[in-house]
């Protein structure tokens, strides 16, 4: 049994002791846990799917599915009016993917080795994505600056922006979701061999039926629903009660607990010497997450929560998602990498994550 599934006595945990009215922060702790396993379950069982429908169905079903965590944490986060929270956890998530997953990814694959080679073409054009994402999603911030003469609190919850920026930010959204859709037809379609390398990563144990592959997917997202409608309802005392900001809580503490088990996958993949797959799911998901889960939530909070979600980023957000993207393409114009490179992108997770904890 892989890891990730010993954590799932803190699902009935979590939701008894919410029942109960227990400390929010012990809630919050114990529903963070329990998101883990629900979406280790959810990316087996759309594993399982892939494997059974051909590369191109398959691969539509893991980029569909992929970031499906994230995805529901942010809708129960948005309509609560948490626009901040959300926004903190899918730069966290971006950051997370670039710098944490692909730092312990190379470390995994370079100890004692050299070098470690790479499709260069595959992880610059996800690397050149994610730069266009970068852009999108910086320029209403740079927008408001401009206008505006200030961006949003590290502390702030929702702001009013107004609505130029509301529309600014529903255009980028627009123009994101293009570039999206045209990246699937070049990763699944026209360029699929570059994105589908041999030796991919299988299932482990026995293979599932699609019959069970369906079910367990619907219950994996029924539970990742209730944890994560649990987790965001806790998030104001337990950031209050440890005496971290809800900033802090949403792009660390949300951020990876909602990647666990993909960043799991990665380092694994990369330990078996499959770089190529650990650099396009790091890489790979960061772009998912900017051009489609991003612009999802920005049109879904014209709909959904108190009022619109313009993005635009806090200070903090703007410097290290500019940084993170630069480093991203950086480290994969040469096409192959070695522990220290794995080094280094830990620490530059860190230094981020220490200006979030003092912010």
Same mark, same amino acid.
């Given at each position: 049994m892989a890891w990730p599934y010993?954590? @799932?006595?803190?699902?009935?945990?979590?939701?008894?002791?919410r029942l109960l009215d227990v400390?929010?922060?012990?809630?919050?702790?114990? @529903?963070?846990?329990?998101?883990?396993?629900?979406?280790?379950?959810?990316?087996?069982?759309?594993?399982?799917?892939?494997?059974?429908?051909?590369?191109?169905?398959?691969?539509?079903?893991?980029?569909?599915?992929?970031?499906?965590?994230?995805?529901?944490?942010?809708?129960?986060?948005?309509?609560?009016?948490?626009?901040?929270?959300?926004?903190?956890?899918l730069i966290g998530s971006i950051l997370g993917n670039i710098l944490?997953?692909?730092?312990?990814a190379?470390?995994?694959?370079?100890w004692g080795r050299d070098r470690q080679q790479f499709n260069r073409t595959a992880a610059s054009a996800q690397s050149s994505m994610l730069l266009l994402a970068?852009?999108?999603?910086?320029?209403?911030?740079?927008?408001?600056?401009?206008?505006?003469?200030?961006?949003? @609190?590290?502390?702030?919850?929702?702001?009013?922006?107004?609505?130029?920026?509301?529309?600014?930010?529903?255009?980028?959204?627009i123009v994101m979701l293009f570039v999206y859709v045209s990246g699937l037809v070049f990763s699944?379609?026209?360029?699929?061999?570059?994105?589908?390398?041999?030796?991919?990563?299988?299932?482990?144990?026995?293979?599932?039926?699609?019959?069970?592959?369906?079910?367990?997917?619907?219950?994996?997202?029924?539970?990742?629903?209730?944890? @994560?409608?649990?987790?965001?309802?806790?998030?104001?005392?337990?950031?209050?009660?440890?005496?971290?900001?809800?900033?802090?809580?949403g792009a660390i503490v949300v951020a990876i607990v909602g990647n666990a088990a993909e960043h799991w996958v990665a380092v694994l993949v990369a330990r078996k010497d499959q770089m190529d797959l650990a650099v396009n799911i790091a890489i790979g998901s960061s772009a998912q997450i900017a051009l489609f889960v991003a612009p999802v939530l920005v049109l879904a909070s014209f709909f959904l929560g108190p009022s619109p979600m313009p993005f635009v980023l806090n200070g903090f957000e703007l410097a290290a998602v500019l940084i993170a993207v630069t480093i991203a393409n950086q480290v994969t114009q040469e096409g192959e990498s070695n522990w220290h490179e794995g080094v280094l992108l830990l620490a530059v997770y860190v230094v981020f994550g220490l200006a979030f904890a003092f912010a």
């Open positions: 010993w954590l @799932s006595p803190f699902i009935p945990a979590a939701v008894i002791l400390d929010p922060t012990v809630v919050f702790f114990l @529903s963070a846990l329990g998101v883990i396993p629900t979406a280790a379950m959810m990316g087996r069982a759309t594993e399982e799917l892939a494997a059974r429908s051909g590369p191109g169905i398959g691969g539509l079903l893991n980029v569909t599915f992929g970031n499906a965590p994230e995805l529901i944490i942010a809708l129960f986060a948005l309509g609560k009016g948490l626009h901040e929270v959300v926004k903190a956890s944490l997953v692909l730092g312990f190379m470390i995994a694959v370079g970068a852009a999108a999603l910086t320029m209403p911030a740079v927008f408001q600056l401009v206008s505006h003469g200030g961006l949003p @609190s590290p502390h702030a919850e929702i702001r009013d922006f107004g609505p130029r920026v509301e529309h600014l930010s529903l255009a980028m959204a699944l379609r026209t360029h699929r061999d570059l994105f589908n390398p041999e030796g991919g990563h299988e299932p482990e144990g026995d293979p599932w039926s699609v019959k069970r592959s369906v079910w367990v997917l619907a219950a994996a997202g029924l539970l990742v629903g209730v944890m @994560s409608e649990i987790l965001v309802g806790s998030i104001h005392h337990a950031a209050a009660s440890a005496g971290l900001s809800e900033f802090f809580i």
